[in-house]
T-cell receptor, first 113, second 112 residues
Framework: GAVVSQHPSWVICKSGTSVKIECRSL??????MFWYRQFPKQSLMLMAT?????????EQGVEKDKFLINHASLTLSTLTVTSAHPEDSSFYIC?????????FGPGTRLTVL | QKEVEQNSGPLSVPEGAIASLNCTYS??????FFWYRQYSGKSPELIMS????GDKEDGRFTAQLNKASQYVSLLIRDSQPSDSATYLC????????????FGRGTSLIVHP
């Protein structure tokens, strides 16, 4: 299958700081990228969908000013968690879609102290 | 609202048995269907995709699709303890503009 990388794999930060997570499709061009959040033992929760060069579409209840998404190219999307707080601690997973199939990155575990 | 339903399990099978995972979807317009495997603490991994009615086999995995019944299944033959994971079913549209809908997943436990 296609490869999606995500960086960093884990991050610990202080409350109030911002954290940027990068997602790259390494061997294909992604028409669409998705950002998910997953709390322990819970299902995937879609946060937003982004297409290259367009503004991201956020799911209901997701604060667009807190979770900034930039999809600068067909192979790179970034998620910035601004002014992070302990309740933002979670497993953030990006996903990239080529033609039909959607591939997930390895995820970023964010811990906010 | 588009929904994908899965039994949360856990489904427990002995090693060497066939594990049968099932999924139903609500949107009759769905054209593409996927099974992902997710180990605890890891991200989902695509293991099967199916687009046409019938069976699709890949190694020990067989995906089955019945669009009339809006039903997708995944069979795992000769189950191994390493198959123990949560299996996510997803349904999507055609082309590149759809947002896939994921089920909540079925937990599979394969015991020696």
């Amino acid at each position: 299958g296609a490869v999606v990388s995500q960086h960093p794999s884990w991050v610990i930060c202080k409350s109030g700081t911002s954290v940027k997570i990068e997602c790259r499709s390494l061997d294909f061009q992604a028409t669409t990228m998705f950002w998910y959040r997953q709390f322990p033992k819970q299902s995937l929760m879609l946060m937003a969908t982004s297409n290259e060069g367009s503004k991201a579409t956020y799911e209901q209840g997701v604060e667009k000013d807190k979770f900034l998404i930039n999809h600068a190219s067909l192979t790179l999307s970034t998620l910035t968690v601004t002014s992070a707080h302990p309740e933002d601690s979670s497993f953030y997973i990006c996903s990239a879609r080529g033609v039909y199939e959607q591939f997930f990155g390895p995820g970023t575990r964010l811990t906010v102290l | 609202q588009k929904e994908v339903e899965q039994n949360s399990g856990p489904l427990s099978v002995p090693e060497g048995a066939i594990a049968s995972l099932n999924c139903t979807y609500s949107d009759r317009g769905s054209q593409s269907f996927f099974w992902y495997r997710q180990y605890s603490g890891k991200s989902p991994e695509l293991i099967m995709s199916i687009y046409s009615n019938g069976d699709k086999e890949d190694g020990r995995f067989t995906a089955q699709l019945n669009k009339a019944s809006q039903y997708v299944s995944l069979l795992i033959r000769d189950s191994q303890p390493s198959d123990s994971a949560t299996y996510l079913c997803a349904a999507g549209g055609a082309g590149g503009s759809y947002i896939p809908t994921f089920g909540r997943g079925t937990s599979l436990i394969v015991h020696p």
